[in-house]
Nanobody, 121 residues
Framework: QVQLAESGGGLVQPGGSLTLSCAVS????????IGWFHQAPGKEREPVSC????????YHADSVKGRFTIFRDVAKNTVYLQMNSLKPEDTGVYSC??????????????WGQGTQVTVSS
């Protein structure tokens, strides 16, 4: 079955960096995109970044532009979220999701369990 497994979360000081991983497995056909989402404490989940598998094009929310980078290792079937210049408001659960319906970075039908990121001094 399809599985998405996040890893790489943890505690980091403001201004620090973390790289999250999303290992994708179980797809019997191509999927269109992988997205990363952030749910801050007491708030709704919001999209952060997305990468399309067709051409590698990426999208980032305004709040993370210039600080976060999404990229993909095709051989490892893993998508990464490099997070730099972290702020306390980046704290929360980060989840990855797969869009197997298309056209990509629009709707998601498979989700991982999430990984906790805490930005605090």
């Amino acid at each position: 079955q399809v599985q998405l497994a996040e890893s790489g979360g943890g505690l980091v000081q403001p201004g620090g960096s973390l790289t999250l991983s999303c290992a994708v497995s179980g797809f019997t056909s191509d999927y269109y995109a992988i997205g990363w989402f952030h749910q801050a404490p007491g708030k709704e989940r919001e999209p952060v970044s997305c990468i399309k598998t067709s051409d590698g094009s990426t999208y980032h929310a305004d709040s993370v532009k210039g600080r976060f980078t999404i990229f993909r290792d095709v051989a490892k079937n893993t998508v990464y979220l490099q997070m730099n210049s972290l702020k306390p408001e980046d704290t929360g659960v980060y989840s990855c999701a797969a869009d197997s319906v298309g056209p990509g970075c629009y709707q998601y039908d498979y989700w991982g369990q999430g990984t906790q990121v805490t930005v605090s001094s």
